[in-house]
């Protein structure tokens, strides 16, 4: 109410406002797509030279949005659809390239397969039939709205199965040519049972304290240079934000308090309560009865000794203050049994016949006169008339259900009548004649009227907090962001890793607006802007862009690349202290002791005590028995190993059964060819700029 009352005062401000809002964006839209940007705005992206439009791209957008549901995103439709279409954009520029067609004959086979449990197109003996096909598509000739979009929805069914069975046919040539040997056959059966018995010494990294190797931010950037592929990140932005919120003051919440209390009296003695709250409370008068257990907690116990008239409050609720008046009180039933006869307005499935809504009420009507006469009819009449699906197999009756389950006016006449009562009432969904059978549980009830205002923040305060962090904003553009937000007594909240696509802040929430901001070309590490986020002013900076892809920082790099050069460094010292020929004198003067194991294996080379060693394994399986290896860099140390045993497996007749293991890998080829098209292609993703 407060707000709406603030609205109709400053409506002509909002108008000029709005007038001078929608203007700058006609104007900035205009220069947009002036000159050359209007290629850029009609396409989504640029695949290999193939642009995806805008409109065709969004409008598949917004169908699989809508096909989600209701709490769905834009941006989990958008990775969806953009998966989808890069994939048969890449697909399809390969088939194209190779010049893979496919017959009509082929086209007709697929269909019959895909169509085969359609109606549509099924003969009188429910088989797929080509003659139904053909006069399926004659009648889309029809010069009507509804044939010409369902031979346009046709025409797009078609080609995405021509373009499935082409891209099926490239993907089968491209398996054809995996053809795994039976050499390869025997090469993994050896891999696999092909075993070895070793006695090694393992001096572990950790026998060197971490804090004894240092790693220099140089060493870091080096490697990250010298290993490109495995830290490159895509275009991101870190930023960091305060936030002030529009909430009410302590003189907020006293004045609604103050006003609330002011409005007892009169609404004790207001003859219309229904009116009252209708025209004073922030929510509508509810008409209904209240149990015990559906009132706030705080105020049950007090408010159900009350009597008729009464006004309990003010008390407070989350964030509003409320006067309830018990308006009346009775006896009622916690649960019922009754049954019904649901005539509807419109056409009536059940009897086939459509009617009017006088019809459905003379109707009606003569049923109860029926049934009031004879109650054993009433099952009968059930059968022959009532539309409701849900009660029809039970003889239209529903089984001692809570208060607040049935429709309205459904509810209070079974609650409010008595057992045996019989009567009609109207809903939404037609006619219902309705008998009462059965009532449990009765009870204390009570109609409560509530007048309820929401503590808001007013005028004054929404100025206040306006005005800070519009002082802050200007503050932070001229000097130190955070020194200006300690001055106000803020801890700003860092967001790093932002992705161009990326649709949630966290703190803040969905926010595209921030992140289309941050990734604006003129916008420089630095910057400083504020945002409205619902009731809140959130001011952002930016503090690090990358607006191509890049490699990783140095700090986000650490962590992956401080143990690997760690462990070089180790390994080095290690070695550098290491003395002896064989075994016994590496571990003596390690202070280690020498170990063995059995039965190792190069597909599964892992050392018991050790660890996952694949490239001590691997060397130990060059040695011949007796053989001794040099010192050997493992993932969790330096090693030295001695062969004691080689137990080859014995030679199979075939080894068809391993070549296969080759072949059933060749079956996720689907993924990879589109992940390797993917990597090699040339793609302008302009996505960022529609949503």
Same mark, same amino acid.
């Given at each position: 109410?407060?707000?709406?009352?603030?609205?109709?005062?400053?409506?002509?401000?909002?108008?000029?406002?709005?007038?001078?809002?929608?203007?700058?964006?006609?104007?900035?839209?205009?220069?947009?797509?002036?000159?050359?940007?209007?290629?850029?705005?009609?396409?989504?992206?640029?695949?290999?030279?193939?642009?995806?439009?805008?409109?065709?791209?969004?409008?598949?957008?917004?169908?699989?949005?809508?096909? #989600?549901?209701?709490?769905?995103?834009?941006?989990?439709?958008?990775?969806?659809?953009?998966?989808?279409?890069?994939?048969?954009?890449?697909?399809?520029?390969?088939?194209?390239?190779?010049?893979?067609?496919?017959?009509?004959?082929?086209?007709?086979?697929?269909?019959?397969?895909?169509?085969? &449990?359609?109606?549509?197109?099924?003969?009188?003996?429910?088989?797929?039939?080509?003659?139904?096909?053909?006069?399926?598509?004659?009648?889309?000739?029809?010069?009507?709205?509804?044939?010409?979009?369902?031979?346009?929805?046709?025409?797009?069914?078609?080609?995405?199965?021509?373009?499935?069975?082409?891209?099926?046919?490239?993907?089968?040539?491209?398996?054809?040519?995996?053809?795994?040997?039976?050499?390869?056959?025997?090469?993994?059966?050896?891999?696999?049972?092909? =075993? !070895?018995? !070793?006695?090694?010494?393992?001096?572990?990294?950790?026998?060197?304290?971490?804090?004894?190797?240092?790693?220099?931010?140089?060493?870091?950037?080096?490697?990250?240079?010298?290993?490109?592929?495995?830290?490159?990140?895509?275009?991101?932005?870190?930023?960091?934000?305060?936030?002030?919120?529009?909430?009410?003051?302590?003189?907020?919440?006293?004045?609604?308090?103050?006003?609330?209390?002011?409005?007892?009296?009169?609404?004790?003695?207001?003859?219309?309560?229904?009116?009252?709250?209708?025209?004073?409370?922030?929510?509508?008068?509810?008409?209904?009865?209240?149990? =015990?257990?559906?009132?706030?907690?705080?105020?049950?116990?007090?408010?159900?000794?009350?009597?008729?008239?009464?006004?309990?409050?003010?008390?407070?609720?989350?964030?509003?203050?409320?006067?309830?008046?018990?308006?009346?009180?009775?006896?009622?039933?916690?649960?019922?049994?009754?049954?019904?006869?649901?005539?509807?307005?419109?056409?009536?499935?059940?009897?086939?016949?459509?009617?009017?809504?006088?019809?459905?009420?003379?109707?009606?009507?003569?049923?109860?006169?029926?049934?009031?006469?004879?109650?054993?009819?009433?099952?009968?009449?059930?059968?022959?008339?009532?539309?409701?699906?849900?009660?029809?197999?039970?003889?239209?009756?529903?089984?001692?259900?809570?208060?607040?389950?049935?429709?309205?006016?459904?509810?209070?006449?079974?609650?409010?009548?008595?057992?045996?009562?019989?009567? !009609?009432?109207?809903?939404?969904?037609?006619?219902?004649?309705?008998?009462?059978?059965?009532?449990?549980?009765?009870?204390?009830?009570?109609?409560?009227?509530?007048?309820? #205002?929401?503590?808001?923040?007013?005028? =004054?305060?929404? &100025?206040?907090?306006?005005?800070?962090?519009? %002082?802050?904003?200007?503050?932070?553009?001229?000097?130190?962001?955070?020194?200006?937000?300690?001055?106000?007594?803020?801890?700003?909240?860092?967001?790093?890793? /932002?992705? =161009?696509?990326? @649709?949630?802040?966290?703190?803040?929430?969905?926010?595209?607006?921030?992140?289309?901001?941050?990734?604006?070309?003129?916008?420089?590490?630095?910057?400083? %802007?504020?945002?409205?986020?619902?009731?809140?002013?959130?001011?952002?900076?930016?503090?690090?862009?990358?607006?191509?892809?890049?490699?990783?920082?140095?700090?986000?790099?650490?962590? /992956?690349? /401080?143990?690997?050069?760690?462990? %070089? %460094?180790?390994?080095?010292?290690?070695?550098?202290?290491?003395?002896?020929? /064989?075994?016994?004198?590496?571990?003596?003067?390690?202070?280690?002791?020498?170990?063995?194991?059995?039965?190792?294996?190069?597909?599964?080379?892992?050392?018991?005590?050790?660890?996952?060693?694949?490239?001590?394994?691997?060397?130990?399986?060059?040695?011949?028995?007796?053989?001794?290896?040099?010192?050997?860099?493992?993932?969790?140390?330096?090693?030295?190993?001695?062969?004691?045993?080689?137990?080859?497996?014995?030679?199979?007749?075939?080894?068809?059964?391993?070549?296969?293991?080759?072949?059933?890998? @060749?079956? @996720?080829?689907?993924?990879?060819?589109?992940?390797?098209?993917?990597?090699?292609?040339?793609?302008?993703?302009?996505?960022? @700029?529609?949503?």
């Amino acid at each position: 109410m407060a707000i709406l009352n603030s609205i109709r005062k400053k409506g002509i401000f909002l108008v000029i406002i709005i007038a001078l809002a929608l203007f700058a964006f006609i104007v900035s839209d205009s220069l947009t797509k002036g000159g050359g940007g209007q290629g850029i705005l009609d396409t989504v992206a640029t695949i290999n030279g193939t642009d995806l439009s805008r409109q065709d791209f969004m409008g598949q957008v917004e169908a699989y949005q809508r096909s #989600l549901g209701p709490n769905s995103t834009t941006a989990q439709a958008m990775s969806v659809i953009w998966q989808r279409e890069l994939r048969n954009t890449l697909m399809q520029q390969q088939v194209d390239e190779l010049g893979i067609t496919i017959s009509e004959d082929q086209l007709k086979e697929t269909l019959s397969n895909a169509l085969a &449990n359609d109606p549509t197109f099924q003969d009188e003996n429910g088989y797929y039939s080509e003659a139904k096909l053909i006069a399926y598509e004659r009648s889309l000739d029809a010069n009507t709205p509804q044939a010409r979009s369902a031979k346009q929805d046709w025409i797009d069914y078609l080609e995405r199965t021509r373009q499935s069975i082409v891209q099926n046919n490239y993907l089968a040539m491209v398996r054809g040519g995996f053809v795994s040997t039976l050499a390869e056959g025997e090469q993994q059966y050896r891999f696999e049972n092909d =075993k !070895i018995n !070793i006695e090694y010494v393992h001096i572990p990294y950790s026998k060197i304290a971490d804090e004894d190797v240092v790693i220099s931010e140089a060493e870091i950037t080096a490697y990250i240079k010298a290993n490109p592929s495995r830290f490159e990140v895509d275009p991101m932005v870190d930023i960091q934000y305060v936030s002030y919120l529009e909430e009410a003051s302590i003189d907020d919440i006293e004045a609604k308090r103050t006003d609330i209390e002011n409005m007892k009296e009169e609404f004790k003695t207001s003859e219309d309560y229904e009116s009252y709250v209708n025209d004073k409370s922030d929510n509508s008068f509810v008409d209904r009865w209240f149990y =015990k257990n559906n009132l706030p907690a705080s105020i049950k116990d007090s408010i159900f000794t009350f009597s008729e008239g009464d006004v309990y409050g003010p008390y407070k609720v989350d964030n509003t203050f409320n006067l309830s008046r018990v308006v009346r009180v009775r006896q009622m039933p916690d649960s019922v049994k009754a049954r019904h006869i649901l005539i509807p307005i419109g056409f009536n499935k059940t009897d086939s016949i459509t009617r009017t809504k006088d019809q459905a009420k003379i109707t009606a009507d003569s049923i109860l006169k029926v049934v009031r006469s004879d109650r054993s009819k009433f099952e009968d009449l059930v059968t022959k008339f009532t539309s409701d699906e849900g009660s029809k197999e039970d003889g239209g009756r529903y089984d001692w259900y809570p208060y607040g389950q049935m429709v309205v006016a459904f509810r209070d006449y079974t609650f409010e009548q008595k057992t045996g009562d019989m009567g !009609i009432v109207e809903t939404q969904f037609g006619y219902h004649i309705i008998e009462v059978e059965g009532q449990k549980n009765l009870q204390k009830v009570i109609k409560v009227a509530t007048v309820t #205002l929401e503590i808001e923040p007013s005028e =004054k305060t929404r &100025n206040d907090v306006f005005s800070r962090g519009a %002082k802050f904003e200007e503050a932070a553009r001229d000097g130190d962001y955070n020194e200006v937000a300690d001055q106000n007594g803020l801890t700003p909240k860092p967001v790093n890793k /932002i992705g =161009k696509l990326d @649709a949630t802040l966290p703190g803040i929430g969905n926010n595209r607006t921030i992140i289309n901001w941050a990734f604006q070309e003129d916008v420089k590490v630095g910057d400083v %802007k504020r945002f409205n986020v619902g009731d809140t002013y959130v001011i952002a900076q930016l503090t690090r862009k990358n607006s191509e892809k890049a490699l990783m920082s140095v700090a986000e790099a650490s962590a /992956i690349v /401080i143990p690997i050069l760690r462990n %070089k %460094k180790k390994a080095l010292k290690i070695r550098e202290s290491v003395s002896g020929n /064989i075994l016994e004198e590496v571990a003596s003067s390690q202070n280690v002791v020498v170990k063995s194991a059995l039965a190792l294996t190069r597909s599964n080379p892992t050392i018991a005590g050790a660890g996952t060693e694949p490239e001590v394994v691997g060397a130990a399986f060059g040695k011949t028995v007796g053989e001794l290896t040099d010192l050997i860099d493992g993932e969790n140390g330096v090693y030295m190993v001695q062969v004691l045993a080689v137990n080859k497996a014995p030679v199979l007749d075939n080894y068809e059964a391993y070549v296969s293991q080759f072949t059933g890998a @060749a079956g @996720a080829i689907n993924s990879s060819v589109y992940e390797a098209l993917k990597k090699v292609a040339d793609i302008e993703d302009n996505r960022a @700029a529609f949503y």
